[in-house]
T-cell receptor, first 116, second 111 residues
Framework: DTGVSQNPRHKITKRGQNVTFRCDPISEHNRLYWYRQTLGQGPEFLTYFQNEAQLEKSRLLSDRFSAERPKGSFSTLEIQRTEQGDSAMYLC??????????????FGQGTRLTVV | GNSVTQMEGPVTLSEEAFLTINCTYTATGYPSLFWYVQYPGEGLQLLLKATKADDKGSNKGFEATYRKETTSFHLEKGSVQVSDSAVYFCALPTGYSTLTFGKGTMLLVSP
């Protein structure tokens, strides 16, 4: 296993278009997280899944955002009607369940979204 | 809620210089504390962690001590290398398993 994989690495889209990103976590990890990182800021939590269940969503996740993990393996993050403020790096991470707050999260390289 | 404050960068050092990156936190109780590193073009990687007060985390020559008296978790390295150039993030858990990160501190090491 080569770690957490995200696709695409870069996405440029016109304002108002929909975009979808994919994340493939480390295969044995049942927790999957989405974070957003804007320039000069640290990653901000968006949502996380345990297996296929979406257990927590941040207030940052507006109703234009939707995330799925249909079979408890890969996940998709869709942004509808993109706005320029959505331009950011979208990071996916995964971890093993059961380790609590000490559990290490493994991050992908991210998808950089630019909305023009 | 839990939060983290890091010193602003960039921090510019010559090779073999001593590094300190300051991190202070606000939290309920005594959460675990983490340092993550992001090398150019790569994802975040866990650098080190400490799970309770007075613990010292260490890895790759970096160290950080969990100080509850000063609510700090400063990152140090005795002799930096060019390959240490990266962005460093202090973090702590929010809830059971999600993380709150600081804004990050860029380190630039010149030969």
């Amino acid at each position: 296993d080569t770690g957490v994989s995200q696709n695409p690495r870069h996405k440029i889209t016109k304002r108002g278009q929909n975009v979808t990103f994919r994340c493939d976590p480390i295969s044995e990890h049942n927790r999957l997280y989405w974070y957003r990182q804007t320039l000069g800021q640290g990653p901000e939590f968006l949502t996380y899944f345990q297996n296929e269940a979406q257990l927590e969503k941040s207030r940052l996740l507006s109703d234009r955002f939707s995330a799925e993990r249909p079979k408890g393996s890969f996940s998709t993050l869709e942004i509808q009607r993109t706005e320029q403020g959505d331009s950011a790096m979208y990071l996916c991470a995964s971890s093993l369940n059961g380790g609590g707050p000490n559990t290490e999260a493994f991050f992908g390289q991210g998808t950089r979204l630019t909305v023009v | 809620g839990n939060s983290v404050t890091q010193m602003e960068g960039p921090v510019t050092l010559s090779e073999e210089a001593f590094l300190t990156i300051n991190c202070t936190y606000t939290a309920t109780g005594y959460p675990s504390l983490f340092w993550y590193v992001q090398y150019p073009g790569e994802g975040l990687q866990l650098l080190l962690k400490a799970t309770k007060a007075d613990d010292k985390g260490s890895n790759k020559g970096f160290e950080a001590t969990y100080r509850k008296e000063t609510t700090s978790f400063h990152l140090e390295k005795g002799s930096v290398q060019v390959s240490d150039s990266a962005v460093y993030f202090c973090a702590l858990p929010t809830g059971y398993s999600t993380l709150t990160f600081g804004k990050g501190t860029m380190l630039l090491v010149s030969p």
